[in-house]
């Protein structure tokens, strides 16, 4: 079955509506509608503004909001938000009853001071109109609320660049194993001198920065960084460019390293 994020792109390509178009009708950010669409929820302040946000932006385009937001807290493994029963006394009595005062009047004051806040950080987050001025006490208040959450979620996010960045090989290991002797040969790249050529009839090994090898036989088994390259169906030799992070380019036969000497051995 297609993910949260799946869902929501399909249903807006599908309706051919562009990403600015949602931002301006339900006044939620386009880069926390790009993080919805990429499951990259840590990019939110938390899971409370997930679920708003996969509501607004599930009614916009259409679709059950609430089978949108129960996925997300099945996924994210959160707890119902199903009300409590009513407890009842083992033995079947009804509880005591006790006469019900109406709350202190600091306890409203703080309440009503609690929601305002609340308030400013929602629109700062979705950048809703009508708001305090940005130069009022509550106005700055959300903008610096806004601030601190797109902060970290830069900030998360450079994190992740950085340990993609480092787990990234920065050189070519390339291991050529033979079933049968067969040509070879193996530059650092267009232009440049063969590191090897000859008949290979045992496993070899190379490393650079950039590699280009030409295959008398299809048959051997090549492996760069540790996985296997597939060769194609080709019966007669091959040519690959193999490069760090990146899938082997095939080389057109006139191209390839030590083209005008190679042959199968």
Do not use: W
Not at 29 to 47: I, S, T, V
Not at 182 to 197: F, Q, S
């Amino acid at each position: 079955m297609p993910g949260i994020g799946e869902t929501l792109r399909e249903a807006r390509m599908r309706q051919q509506i562009d990403i600015g178009e949602v931002e301006r009708a339900t006044k939620i950010r386009a880069k926390y509608l790009r993080a919805l669409e990429n499951e990259e929820f840590d990019l939110l302040p938390g899971p409370t503004f997930v679920r708003s946000f996969l509501k607004t932006y599930a009614d916009h385009l259409g679709l059950d909001a609430r089978v949108i937001v129960e996925e997300f807290r099945a996924s994210e493994g959160l707890p119902d938000e199903d009300p409590m029963p009513a407890f009842r006394h083992p033995g079947g009595r009804e509880p005591t009853r006790y006469e019900q005062h109406p709350p202190a009047t600091g306890l409203l004051v703080a309440a009503g001071i609690a929601a305002v806040l609340v308030l400013f950080l929602v629109l700062g987050l979705t950048g809703g109109d009508g708001g305090p001025e940005p130069g009022g006490e509550g106005g700055e208040r959300g903008e610096r609320g806004q601030q601190t959450a797109e902060r970290e979620a830069d900030e998360r996010r450079e994190r992740r660049e950085r340990r993609e960045r480092r787990a990234r090989p920065k050189t070519v290991r390339l291991k050529v194993s033979p079933a049968e002797p067969t040509y070879v040969c193996v530059d650092r790249g267009e232009g440049k001198a063969p590191i090897y050529e000859g008949s290979l009839a045992s496993a070899r090994s190379f490393r650079g920065r950039k590699l280009r090898l030409n295959l008398g036989r299809p048959s051997a088994k090549v492996r760069v960084n540790g996985d296997d390259v597939d060769l194609g169906t080709e019966t007669m030799s091959v040519g690959f460019a193999f490069a760090p992070g990146k899938d082997p380019r095939p080389i057109p036969s006139g191209d390839r390293p030590c083209a005008d000497g190679a042959g199968a051995a």
